[in-house]
């Protein structure tokens, strides 16, 4: 035989199947090694994309109120509107008396110029008629 395969023979022995077999791996090596750069490139990317929302959204966290916080508020707020609607009650009360006390010396004077007017008519008449029959 002059090196070249009969037909029936296969033409691979252990060495060129051991070489042939070193030749893929390396090559997958390869492969595999730079699709695990850029898969930790992306992984990275990723990650900082992350952790620059999880600060902003710590950040904006910051701005909200807590439901304690406004419960407490509510609180705080419904005790100082009573306290000013009770004030105003009292003012509103004095206002009050002090219409009713007016209205009855309102009334007072009234009565009393119903007296005093046909009193100070018939004076008036009088001295009208005593000034003018001379």
Not at 40 to 58: D, F, I, P, T
Not at 65 to 77: A, R
Request: glycine share 6%; hydrophobic share 40%.
């Amino acid at each position: 035989m002059s090196g070249e395969t009969e037909r029936n023979v296969s033409g691979w022995s252990i060495d060129t199947l051991h070489m042939h077999f070193n030749r893929l791996w390396k090559s997958e090596s390869r492969s595999v090694r730079r699709a695990l750069k850029l898969q930790a490139k992306e992984y990275e990317r990723r990650l900082n994309s992350l952790n620059h929302a999880h600060e902003q959204a710590v950040e904006t966290a910051h701005t909200y109120v807590t439901l304690d916080k406004y419960e407490d508020w509510i609180k705080q707020n419904a005790s100082a509107k009573d306290a000013a609607f009770e004030r105003a009650d009292e003012k509103i009360e004095g206002l009050k008396r002090r219409i009713e006390a007016m209205e009855k010396a309102h009334n007072r004077l009234i009565g009393i110029m119903l007296v005093v007017v046909p009193i100070a008519g018939v004076i008036g008449g009088a001295i009208v008629k005593l000034f003018s029959s001379k």
